[in-house]
């Protein structure tokens, strides 16, 4: 072959090559909202050798941090606990998994966690209801757990099934490692009422709660629009000795009321105990406030794939300063708000959402 016509081929395959990474970024830029097919306004490179690599995880914990900072910058003691997401307790080394170390800093900026199904998890796939989790996941989550736990968090368990049997069983299973344990018959995002065995919450006791290492039960509630009005649902709370409640921000379609929330403070014994709402930071919801009708044709660039098992939600990226915006960091988040209501903390929901991003529906 001719240098000419080597050349031409070398600067024919050259070209050739960047088409079909500029056709491939295209594609995956694309998203679906509402049966729309659209182009965020914001592209993300794509995660090739040597271009843009994230590190999801580490990603996260700077996010959880960041909320820590900003809450705690506003209200000093402001309780943060990361709901599932136990992985991101130990920092693995990226080239080899096998090498682990305690993220310490992430540690430092959170007060508690809390894992659904550590010992009888919610129904997935073939797995019934009230299954315990395969094995070698339930023994990944037990030590990390293990791990939080001696690193002065609190550990709070969301076990899931039905009877009085199970309810005792996850109890005593939480009891022998010093995690607090609460068992529900119906899936997390369903719990609309209090539990009706036992008919008192576990070690009930008279004292105010003035710090999370304090409580020695709880209750959650995360739609409480049964209840009627708000204050009805914060009298019905009010009428209960848990040390502590973790409620949704919003009773239907408007945000509990600082007096709804006050009163959520206090046990029927007339004792302090603490109140956190739950928040979202890996996924966006259609129904909730910051949501923006012109996202179905022009979504921002953090905006990604609604969730396959509930298209009213969507997956972000999380990382990206625009979501992280709504959520923390100023007078019109999510954060602020919250705080405003006069809630004692947060339950950061999502916190798993790396799993999305390094899995091989993204990828």
Known sequence: MTPNKLSSCVLFKTLFTLALLLVSANAQAQVRIQGITTVPAEIEEPLVDNMVIIDYREKMRQFVQSISEYGRRIKPNFIIIAKDGLDLLMRRDISDDTKKTPARTYMRAIDGVMQEGLFFADAHGDRPFGAPPPIEIQTEMLSLADHAKKNGLKVLVLDFGKGNKVVDEAQKLSNKR??????????????????????????????????????????TIRNSASYGLQSQFALKMHDTNYDALLVDVFHGRTPLSRQAVETLKYKKIGARRMVLAYMNIGHAASYYYYWNKNWATSPPGWLSEPVLSDPDH??????????????????????????????DGVVIDGVNAYNFYESDDYN
């Not at 009706?196 to 039960?217: A, C, F, G």
């Not at 625009?322 to 007078?331: A, F, H, K, L, Y």
């Open 178 to 219: 010093g995690f607090l344990s609460l068992l529900s018959d119906v899936s997390s995002a369903d719990i609309s009422k209090l539990p009706t065995y036992p008919s008192r919450p576990p070690n009930e006791n008279p004292k105010s709660i003035l710090s999370l290492s304090m409580i020695q039960n709880y209750a």
């Open 314 to 343: 969507y997956n972000v990226k999380f990382w990206q300063q625009g979501w992280q915006d709504i959520v923390s960091g100023g007078p019109n988040s999510y954060l602020y708000g919250i705080i405003s209501q006069g809630f």
